[in-house]
């Protein structure tokens, strides 16, 4: 089977489950039939400081190794690209590299 992926290794995805969960996190494949990403997360509200921030989508998950997370694409709505300052705050949480214009807690 012949897949096509407007996505690039390590590219900053949001894919909207069946579940109504937007989830936030790097491609790593398409299978076809399923979608591999690396650290997984979702957009939540801090409830301190009333600011946007991510958490792991899945809480048992060890946030500190990059294996896949396999998705199957019959719980997928929607797959885009990720708004670039949601992006930037995304990739400075689960990597440490900061860039200039992120600004979302994480």
């Known amino acids: 089977m012949l897949v096509i992926s407007n996505f690039k290794k390590g590219d900053v995805m949001t894919i909207k489950c069946s579940t109504g969960e ?27 400081d009333g600011k946007a921030m991510l958490i792991p989508w899945l809480m048992s998950i060890d ?23 949601l992006a930037d705050g995304y990739m400075q949480s689960t990597t440490g590299i900061a860039s200039p214009s992120s600004s979302i807690l994480v």
């Open 22 to 48: 937007e989830v936030v996190a790097r491609f790593d494949s398409d299978t076809g039939s399923e979608l591999k990403v690396i650290k997984p997360t979702v957009l939540t509200i801090n409830p301190q």
């Open 63 to 85: 946030t500190t190794n990059s294996d896949p997370v396999i998705i199957g694409k019959s719980q997928v709505v929607a797959i885009t690209r990720t708004q670039k300052q």
